[in-house]
């Protein structure tokens, strides 16, 4: 049970912002949403996570609606290199401070 | 950079076979986990250890185990090898601090057994 709900599959022009949305409606209080990408044939690489405030890094910006219930991932810029499959995850917490939990992603397509 | 390499990027095994994937991280992360990946399903967690000869079985665990007896090294034996177990494989690694648990992964061993 992956807790997070993202479309099968996104298009998006070079050099255009990306936006890729994630629905988690039952998120609890201290459950964080994080970012994954996932390029073809490599393992899946960190982009970023947040709690509830919008954050930014040199990847991406993470914006979470107020009642934390979906969030989006922008890319601002997107490149041809961004086309991957981009996983939107909470963090489940156990007593050892979590495991992730993977769903099917999104499959984003960068065309020039 | 935290490093997480598997050992072997492609395999392929006979069926029956005992096989033995390592999974090793440079940068002294508590915990460490296993998880394979198969069109259409996602990733899914096999088993997991949060320190040193620890394990704990994830979601998947049935035909598989493990073994940690250092830090840096976790190890996925598949008892008997079969050809539903033919998948990608993928390690990762995780850091554990007050809220921040970010994971680094392995490029992956691409297993197949025949």
């Known amino acids: 049970d992956a807790k997070t709900t993202q479309p099968t599959s996104m298009d998006c022009a070079e050099g255009r912002a990306a936006n890729l949305p994630c629905n988690h409606s039952t998120i609890s209080g201290n459950e964080y949403v994080y970012w994954y990408r996932q390029i073809h044939s490599q393992g899946p690489q960190y982009i970023i996570h947040?709690?509830?405030n919008n954050e930014t890094n040199e990847m991406a910006s993470l914006i979470i609606t107020e009642d934390r219930k979906s969030s989006t991932l922008i890319l601002p810029h997107a490149t041809l290199r961004d086309t991957a499959v981009y996983y939107c995850i909470v963090r489940v917490e156990d007593n050892q401070g979590g495991k992730l939990i993977f769903g099917q992603g999104t499959e984003l397509s960068v065309k020039p | 950079d935290v490093k997480v390499t598997q050992s072997s990027r492609y395999l392929v095994k006979r069926t029956g076979e005992k096989v033995f994937l390592e999974c090793v991280q440079d940068m002294d992360h508590e915990n460490m986990f296993w998880y394979r990946q198969d069109p259409g399903l996602g990733l899914r967690l096999i088993y997991f250890s949060y320190d040193v000869k620890m394990k704990e079985k994830g979601d998947i665990p049935e035909g598989y185990s493990v073994s940690r007896e250092k830090k840096e090294r976790f190890s996925l034996i598949l008892e008997s090898a079969s050809t539903n177990q033919t998948s990608m494989y993928l390690c990762?690694?995780?850091?554990?601090?007050?809220?921040?648990?970010?994971?680094?992964f392995g490029s992956g061993t691409r297993l197949t057994v025949v």
């Open positions: 990762a690694s995780r850091y554990v601090r007050k809220g921040n648990y970010g994971y680094t």
């Open positions: 947040g709690l509830k």
